[in-house]
């Protein structure tokens, strides 16, 4: 079975440009997670999707920032437009809905913006 | 909010045991989870603990929970250099979603030979 699948793996863009990151998530898995991690800090929530909604954006940092899940399968979260503090590894993460379960995170973005 | 604490830097010797330690804030937490990070990989689930439990043994891993000082600790026995990573202490961060958690700022556990 394919993991949470998050691409690209890595990007580097000038501030000011747009970046959009997208994740897979597990097959059958309605909870969708996106984290964010700042150089050497800790791994912060950005928002969580259950199916094709948002169920908490608490995280989002600002309107620069903004996820979809069109059709509740993959998910985008575009950056537009960036800026140098932008930079970080963003995770995804999905579970299935239901009780205490697992969620499963992808390898990350390392998003850099120079 | 919950907040998670954690030290930066852990360094042993191969075959030794490593002690990671963690404080949260939220005393209704209730589960308590270790994550691990290898180089270029995504954040693994390597065990939990449940807030009714003291301790949790699994292989090598021991986790030991404390309510009442709010600290979790994560015991590796015979340590290898494989195990070097991050490791991250997670706490749920509220709300009806278990997968909404709030984690600490990684561990980095080098072991050398």
């Known amino acids: 079975e394919a993991g949470v699948t998050q691409f690209p793996s890595h990007s580097v863009i000038e501030k000011g440009q747009t970046v959009t990151l997208r994740c897979d998530p597990i097959?059958?898995?309605?909870?969708l997670y996106w984290y964010r991690r700042v150089m050497g800090k800790e791994i912060k929530f950005l928002l969580h999707?259950?199916?094709?909604?948002?169920?908490?954006e608490s995280g989002m940092p600002n309107n620069r920032f903004l996820a979809e899940r069109t059709g509740g399968t993959y998910s985008t979260l575009k950056v537009q437009p960036a800026e140098l503090e932008d930079s970080g590894v963003y995770f995804c993460?999905?579970?299935?809905?239901?009780?205490?379960?697992?969620?499963?995170f992808g390898q990350g973005t390392r998003l850099t913006v120079v | 909010g919950e907040d998670v604490e954690q030290s930066l830097f852990l360094s042993v010797r191969e075959g030794d045991s490593s002690v990671i330690n963690c404080t949260y804030t939220?005393?209704?937490?209730?589960?308590l989870y270790w994550y691990k990070q290898e180089p270029g990989a995504g954040l693994q689930l390597l065990t939990y603990?449940?807030?009714?439990?003291d301790m949790k043994q699994d292989q090598r891993l021991t986790v030991l929970l404390n309510k009442k000082d709010k600290h979790l600790s994560l015991r590796i026995a015979d340590t290898q250099t494989g195990d070097s990573a991050i490791y991250f202490c997670?706490?749920?961060?509220?709300?009806?979603?278990?997968?909404?958690?709030?984690f600490g700022q990684g561990t980095i556990l080098t072991v050398h030979p």
């Open positions: 993460a999905s579970s299935q809905v239901g009780g205490r379960t697992e969620a499963f």
């Open positions: 097959s059958g898995h309605d909870n």
């Open positions: 999707f259950v199916k094709e909604s948002k169920q908490d």
């Open positions: 939220d005393s209704s937490s209730t589960y």
């Open positions: 603990i449940f807030s009714n439990m």
């Open positions: 997670a706490a749920p961060a509220g709300g009806t979603s278990y997968g909404k958690l709030t």
